[in-house]
């Protein structure tokens, strides 16, 4: 089972850019399909995008959308999430996802993916 660590979470304030990263190890991400989601304060945690195996296709949520870039690295082993124009609303714990089935093409459920990080903190201040 592959081992995710997010990071680059932090503080910032309301139109500034952050990039989160997870790292993988144990496994190749490239077996992978691999999401973002987030967990804002009090509630439930919720969708944000997807990138396909070999990162050609990518999928996003409304609430992100032409925001919000996810890219991997292979040769790094890594998938990132470009954050732009932020705003307070985007205020989260921040997860990576990775889904090894391989009849799926993506998931925005979480109940489909089969390994999580632990999670970074990204707070937007207004």
């Known amino acids: 089972q592959v081992q995710l660590v997010e990071s680059g979470g932090g503080l910032v304030q309301a139109g500034n850019s952050l990039t989160l990263s997870c790292a993988a190890s144990g496994r190749t991400l490239g077996s992978y399909i691999m999401g973002w989601f987030r967990q804002p304060p009090g509630k439930e945690r919720e969708y944000v995008a997807t990138i396909s195996r070999s990162g050609g296709s990518t999928k996003y949520a409304d609430s992100v959308k032409g925001r919000f870039t996810i890219f991997r690295d292979s040769a790094k082993n890594t998938v990132y999430l470009q954050m732009n124009s932020l705003t307070p609303e985007d205020t989260a714990v921040y997860y990576c996802?990775?889904?090894?089935?391989?009849?799926?093409?993506?998931?925005?459920?979480?109940?489909?993916?089969?390994?999580w990080g632990q999670g970074t903190q990204v707070t937007v201040s207004s």
């Open positions: 996802a990775a889904m090894a089935n391989p009849t799926r093409l993506y998931s925005i459920s979480g109940a489909d993916y089969d390994s």
